[in-house]
């Protein structure tokens, strides 16, 4: 698939506070980044989803929408990132913040190695558990996708988030109650779901 391609599919995406951004070379990273998620999906369970363009869509966009809804963030901690969902298209979106992705599969956490090598980013591969970091290691932001036992992993994100979470899910039950101190804004509709919903939590 072209940049170009990907540009189309991502216009639903994109809100105005990301529009500063370099598109160009943002489209030309996540055609690589297809290409490499498809080559390696051939041989390991990457992603459930197969076809090019949903990846786009799904992953790639979803990603992008919330990367928009950061506000102001220097480190982002991406809580089981699995094949790199959102953080590496935040990353590409904000090349600024150092961004952290903790995915404990061994064959996940070589993929995202190899894709940061191939993309030449600067994004940090933590091949393990969040929850045997370092205490003292906190995020500005920590970002949570499709994780298992979705409620225990927001309280482990809750732990390692100084200033704001970000949850990407498709459940329309009530919003977690956290042990650490947030409070959750009204939640954002995804673009193009039909149930998927971001959610954002600040600190108080």
Known sequence: MTPESIADLLQPYIPAPAAAADWPQIY???A??????????AKTNLTAIRTAEE?????FGESLFAGAHLGPCATLLDFGSGAGFPGLPIQ???PDIAVTLAESQGKKAAFLREAIRTLSLPT???SGRVESMP???QFDVVTLRAVDSMDAAIQSAACRASRRLLILTTRQA?????????RFADPIPLPESA???LLTADRI
């Not at 990846?55 to 992953?59: D, E, F, N, S």
């Open 55 to 59: 990846i786009v869509r799904r992953h």
């Open 195 to 197: 149930n998927g919903t």
């Open 135 to 137: 205490p003292a290691r």
């Open 28 to 30: 030309a990273q996540l």
């Open 92 to 94: 590409m979106l904000r």
């Open 32 to 41: 690589v980044y297809l290409d490499l998620i498809l080559k390696w999906n």
């Open 124 to 126: 940090e591969v933590w």
């Open 174 to 182: 009530e919003m977690p109650a956290l042990a650490e101190p947030f």
